[in-house]
C-alpha cells in the first residue's frame, strides 16, 4: 500500500546499521534471472536451481531524500553498504531500489536528489533552482544507480530497478517539483494538458512528446545495468492510469535488451493496475494487491501460485499483515517481500513484527535452499493446515508444512516410500528439533514440540 501524504514520523536508525557486519560475502549471481523452465513460480540463474527472491526494502535507497520525517537518507550514517551489512544478517537476498520522479515538495519542503536528468537551466524552476533539461541525463543519477546495483550483486542480492512512481504525479505539493512540470523545464514539456495540477497524465500514454522522453530514460536505465546479473527491472510503484502504459514500457525495455549481450526480468506491480491487467501482461514477474473478489486474498490467505506468474508478493501493495504472512506466502509458492518502515513508530506493525518478519524471511530463504525447490509445488491438499509445499515422489519426497497455530497437523505421505527425515523448526526461537523417522506410503499425523508455530520438514532420511 502505497504511503499517504502525512504519516506518522519513523526516523530511520542507521546508527544500528554501522554496528552490524556480515560474517561472510554470499556468492555473486551466476547469470541473468530467467523464468524456471521447470517450476515458473521461481526464476533461476542458469544454474538449473530454482532462486527464491525474499528480503526487506525502505525509501530513499538511491536517491538523497531529505524533509520527510518518514524516510531517512541511506547515504548518510552508515552509508550503502552499511545497509547491505544489515539486510545480510537477515539472510535477505532482494531489494527493491526506489525512485521519486520529484525533485522537491511544496507541502514538506522536501527535496530528493539525484534525478535522471540535469539542472542546467537556463531560468529557475519553481523552487528558484536551475531547470531541468530533459534532452540531457545526469550522469550523477546514473553512475549512482549503477554503483549501487553492483555493490549489491557482489553482496549476493537481487536488486528490482523501479523506473516511475506515481506518488510524485498525483498530489500537487508533488508535481509542482516533478520535472515535467511545464515550470521546471527547458523543453517546453507540459505533463498537465488539462491544467488540474497534477501529472498523471504523464504515466498514460497521453503525451507523446512525455512517452518519447520516457522510453528514452527506460533505454539508458537498460544501457547502464545490461552487463550486471543482479537486475530487475519494475516499470511504477502503483501508477494506476492505465495498464497499456506499463505495457508499453515493458515492450520498451524487452525490445531494447533482445538487442543486448543479456536479457533480465521485467516487472509489473500492483495497487494501480488490476490483478487481472498484471497477470494478463507481458511482465516476467508481478506483484499484486489485495483487492478483488478473491475468497483467498493475498494478504490474510494467498492464494497457491500457479506458475503463471513469478509473483513477488509485496506489503506496500497489502498493507498491513501479521508475522504468519511471510511462511504462509513461502508455502503457497510465492515470493514474499516486506515494505520495511524499519524502526518501531510504523503505523502498520509493531517493531517487534518487523522483526518478526525479517527473520521469517531469512529462515524460508534458507528451507528454500535446504529443498529441492524447482521440484516444490503448493499442496494444500497433503495437510490438513492447507499449508504445505511439497514433492511427494517415490524417490526424494520432500514436505514442508506450516502449522500457523502450532499442535498437530495430519500429513497425507501416501505419495512417497522409504523413511523420510522429520525436524520440526520454531519460527519464534530459530531453534530446530529433530523427530522420529516418518515411514511414506500412508497419511500420518504429526504433533509440534513446542508451542506456537511451527514448521515441519520431511525429506529423504539421507539429507
Not at 492510469?241 to 515493458?250: S, T
Request: with cysteine; charged share 20%.
Amino acid at each position: 500500500m502505497f504511503r499517504p501524504l502525512r504519516l506518522c514520523p519513523v526516523v530511520l536508525l542507521f546508527l544500528q546499521l554501522s554496528t552490524v557486519s556480515a560474517t561472510a560475502d554470499d556468492a555473486s549471481a551466476a547469470g541473468p534471472l530467467r523464468v524456471h523452465p521447470d517450476n515458473s513460480r521461481y526464476f533461476t540463474d542458469g544454474s538449473g536451481r530454482a532462486v527464491y527472491l525474499t528480503g526487506s526494502h525502505t525509501w530513499a535507497n538511491v536517491q538523497d531524500v531529505a524533509g520527510y520525517d518518514w524516510v531517512a537518507n541511506i547515504s548518510g550514517a552508515g552509508g550503502f553498504d552499511a545497509y547491505l551489512d544489515w539486510l545480510h544478517s537477515y539472510n535477505h537476498n532482494f531489494i527493491r531500489l526506489w525512485i521519486l520522479e520529484h525533485a522537491w515538495d511544496a507541502k514538506e519542503t522536501a527535496t530528493i536528489a539525484p534525478l535522471p536528468w540535469p539542472r542546467t537551466g537556463p531560468g529557475q524552476g519553481l523552487d528558484g533552482k536551475p531547470r531541468f533539461d530533459l534532452s540531457k541525463f545526469d550522469p550523477a543519477y546514473f553512475e549512482r544507480l549503477q554503483s549501487r546495483v553492483a555493490a549489491a550483486g557482489k553482496r549476493g542480492f537481487y536488486v528490482s530497478v523501479m523506473l516511475f512512481d506515481s506518488w510524485s504525479i498525483e498530489h500537487p505539493e508533488t508535481w509542482e517539483g516533478h520535472p515535467f512540470n511545464a515550470n521546471n523545464n527547458v523543453n517546453g514539456i507540459n505533463g498537465d494538458p488539462n491544467h488540474d495540477g497534477i501529472g498523471v497524465e504523464t504515466h498514460a500514454l497521453k503525451i507523446p512528446a512525455v512517452t518519447r522522453l520516457q522510453e528514452a530514460y527506460a533505454r539508458k536505465v537498460v544501457d547502464t545495468l545490461n552487463d550486471l546479473d543482479n537486475v530487475l527491472y519494475e516499470i511504477s510503484n502503483e501508477s494506476e492510469y492505465g495498464a497499456d502504459w506499463h505495457y508499453h514500457l515493458i515492450q520498451v525495455i524487452k525490445n531494447h535488451e533482445a538487442l543486448k549481450t543479456k536479457q533480465h526480468p521485467v516487472g509489473m506491480t500492483g495497487a494501480g493496475p488490476t490483478n487481472a491487467e498484471l497477470f494478463q501482461s507481458k511482465a516476467d514477474w508481478i506483484s499484486p494487491d489485495a483487492r478483488g473478489p478473491r475468497k483467498d486474498s493475498y494478504k490474510t490467505n494467498p492464494p497457491a501460485a500457479d506458475g503463471a506468474k513469478v509473483i513477488i508478493l509485496d506489503t506496500d501493495h497489502l498493507g498491513a499483515v501479521k508475522p504468519t504472512w511471510v511462511w504462509k506466502s513461502f508455502v503457497r509458492g510465492h515470493n514474499p517481500i516486506l515494505m520495511d518502515w524499519m524502526d518501531k513508530r510504523s503505523p502498520w506493525y509493531t517493531a517487534a513484527d518487523q522483526e518478526a518478519m525479517r527473520k521469517a524471511m531469512g529462515d524460508t530463504r534458507r528451507y528454500a535452499e535446504k529443498t529441492n525447490l524447482a521440484a516444490l509445488t503448493p499442496r494444500s491438499d497433503l495437510a490438513s493446515t492447507t499449508y504445505c509445499l511439497a514433492n511427494p515422489a517415490k524417490q526424494d519426497a520432500e514436505y514442508l508444512v506450516y502449522l500457523p497455530e502450532g499442535g498437530t497437523v495430519q500429513v497425507d505421505l501416501n505419495g512417497s516410500e522409504g523413511s523420510l527425515a522429520v525436524e520440526w523448526f520454531n519460527p519464534k526461537t530459530g531453534n530446530t528439533t529433530a523427530g522420529e523417522n516418518a515411514a511414506g506410503g500412508s497419511s500420518q499425523q504429526f504433533r509440534a514440540p513446542f508451542a506456537g508455530d511451527a514448521v515441519l520438514y520431511l525429506g529423504g532420511s539421507n539429507r
